[in-house]
């Protein structure tokens, strides 16, 4: 008798060039897609960033106004920061949940800081 495990693999690209490969099996895939709906809400922020700074660039070509502009990439910064702090709440709400014991749970929580310390 062969017993067949089925397996779900899904592929999440983040910055950088970094690429994880997640195996679920199929009773948790619900689960799965809802950490890959979360992963598609940050892609789909960064490409609004990317259009807006697309935007910037063609008003400048078009010799649009100082305020306008400045106005624009306050807009950008604005949104990259809220990026980057869903990226890092979301990195230590995972850290936390991973932790085996509460020595590995501090070190984790530690990790997530430090990043959250260097976005700054």
């Given at each position: 008798?062969?017993?067949?495990?089925?397996?779900?693999y899904l592929l999440t690209i983040y910055l950088y060039g970094y690429i994880i490969c997640?195996?679920?099996r199929e009773k948790n895939l619900?689960?799965?897609?809802?950490v890959n709906?979360?992963?598609v809400k940050i892609i789909n922020r960064i490409k609004r960033i990317e259009g807006q700074l697309r935007g910037i660039l063609k008003m400048m070509d078009e010799?649009?106004?100082c305020k306008a502009v400045v106005t624009q990439l306050s807009a950008v910064r604005s949104?990259?920061?809220?990026t980057i702090g869903v990226i890092v709440s979301q990195n230590l709400k995972e850290c936390?949940?991973?932790?085996k014991s509460n020595e590995a749970a501090n070190d984790s929580v530690q990790e997530a800081m430090e990043l959250l310390v260097k976005s700054r």
């Open positions: 008798m062969v017993i067949q495990k089925s397996f779900v997640i195996s679920v619900k689960e799965a897609a809802q709906s979360y992963e010799g649009k106004d949104g990259v920061d809220h936390i949940l991973e932790a």
